[in-house]
């Protein structure tokens, strides 16, 4: 048994699907509780397409659902929190795209065995394997959600779920499904008809404040915007630096809020426009962008405050074509750091390339060259500095001060009057609410 279960580390893969098609089928026939690593190194799907489709990732690091520390609240001295799954469970292996073979491939380091049992009973009974089987069970789910909107008790509903489809939820299960399906259960109304009476009183408010809608094919919400006229007269007043960002999970449905947010004449962020988005595609921020152009005067906008989203900058600059577009030097040195990180070369080497690149930042052209073959040797013979020449260099008038003296972006660097603002904004808003609530 144990041999078969290691024969799957010995093949290789043509393609990402046929993997993930044989990685499931492993994880089902040897219960094991494995997943995706979250800094694994994915492809850039817009300028690297053809690999992305094929390969997805370039390296990936899957570890037990157990892995990590346990989580201890040390400040107050509680006890451990249970409802985390983290024992510190060593078992991990990593799979890359051999870019000589062109296939899928095993990495040779490697962790295979668990400090916890397995099997499958308790395999059948972690969260993320119940929901996938009653997801993949189409009438198992629909049964569900029927259940749900008739008011059936959770327990009656469990219960004819487990004899009926052999699928074991938890009274939690049930719960989180009755917040995700869009149905109001505290009301006549479904959430569709919810959100169209806020928006009624939205616009009946004031005939000037800006609501529109995008949907998809299947009449699903894609995009919701939203400009107050009190946001209209912000925007007018202070639009000569705008910061741009987005925040996740604000809500049950999962959709990302956009924001755009300026500087009052106390230089603290006010916000001028939001945009409630399923994904951050190139459509959606089409939608976003072109909204804004069509309800506010662009021209006086000098300084556009990002971080480095490729798909935001290209469509940036088609709709503030006269606006310079700067990089928030804090996701510059955070990402640049975590990529750093992540090289096979040793510690000091790592540290000096951090430090070379935070002196490059701030660098009058003076020693510029010194700092780039200080990079460049701390390297060694991995492919750090071709990426960083080729993605950071290229574009090194985006986040370098010294191309941003003579702007007038009141000395701001970052994108911290945003980011404070979206801290904010989930201490005030629970995530477990529907759109319309």
Request: with cysteine; aromatic share 12%; proline share 2%.
């Amino acid at each position: 048994m144990d041999h078969d279960k290691d024969v799957f580390f010995t093949k290789k893969f043509e393609n990402w699907a046929d993997f993930e098609t044989e990685f499931k089928s492993w994880c089902n026939d040897y219960y094991q509780p494995v997943n995706i690593k979250r800094h694994s190194i994915k492809y850039n799907e817009k300028i690297m397409k053809d690999l992305f489709d094929r390969f997805r990732y370039s390296n990936v690091k899957y570890v037990c659902h157990h892995s990590g520390p346990v989580k201890r609240n040390t400040k107050d001295g509680s006890r451990p929190n249970q409802e985390s799954g983290r024992i510190d469970c060593q078992f991990y292996f990593r799979i890359k795209h051999d870019t000589e073979l062109n296939k899928i491939v095993f990495m040779k380091k490697k962790f295979l065995n668990h400090n916890h049992p397995i099997g499958k009973l308790i395999y059948k009974n972690y969260t993320f394997i119940r929901n996938k089987e009653l997801k993949e069970n189409e009438e198992a789910y629909d049964l569900c959600k029927m259940l749900i909107t008739a008011n059936t008790s959770t327990y009656n509903n469990r219960k004819l779920i487990n004899e009926k489809f052999n699928i074991n939820l938890t009274r939690k299960d049930i719960n989180n499904i009755k917040k995700k399906i869009n149905f109001n259960l505290f009301g006549n109304q479904s959430d569709p008809e919810w959100l169209h009476t806020w928006i009624d009183n939205i616009l009946s408010e004031d005939s000037n404040n800006s609501i529109k809608i995008k949907t998809n094919e299947n009449g699903t919400l894609e995009c919701l915007y939203i400009q107050t006229m009190q946001m209209k007269a912000w925007f007018n007043k202070y639009s000569n630096i705008l910061h741009l960002d987005s925040t996740f999970k604000v809500n049950i449905e999962n959709y990302q809020l956009y924001i755009c947010l300026v500087q009052n004449a106390s230089l603290k962020g006010v916000p001028v426009s939001y945009c409630l988005m399923t994904t951050g595609n190139k459509d959606n921020l089409q939608f976003f962008y072109s909204s804004i152009s069509e309800d506010n005067d662009l021209t006086q906008t000098e300084v556009i405050m990002v971080d480095k989203d490729l798909t935001n900058l290209d469509v940036l600059k088609e709709h503030f074509p006269t606006a310079r577009i700067l990089l928030c030097i804090f996701h510059v040195l955070k990402y640049l750091k975590i990529r750093v990180h992540e090289l096979r070369i040793s510690l000091t080497n790592r540290m000096n390339i951090v430090k070379n690149i935070r002196k490059l930042l701030y660098d009058n052209n003076n020693m510029s060259a010194i700092y780039l073959k200080e990079i460049k040797i701390n390297s060694e013979e991995t492919d750090f500095y071709n990426y960083f020449e080729m993605n950071w260099l290229a574009c090194s008038e985006m986040w370098q001060t010294k191309f941003r003296k003579n702007l007038f972006s009141f000395n701001t660097d970052t994108n911290n009057h945003i980011e404070r603002f979206n801290r904010t904004l989930k201490d005030r808003i629970s995530s477990n609410l529907h759109i319309s609530e």
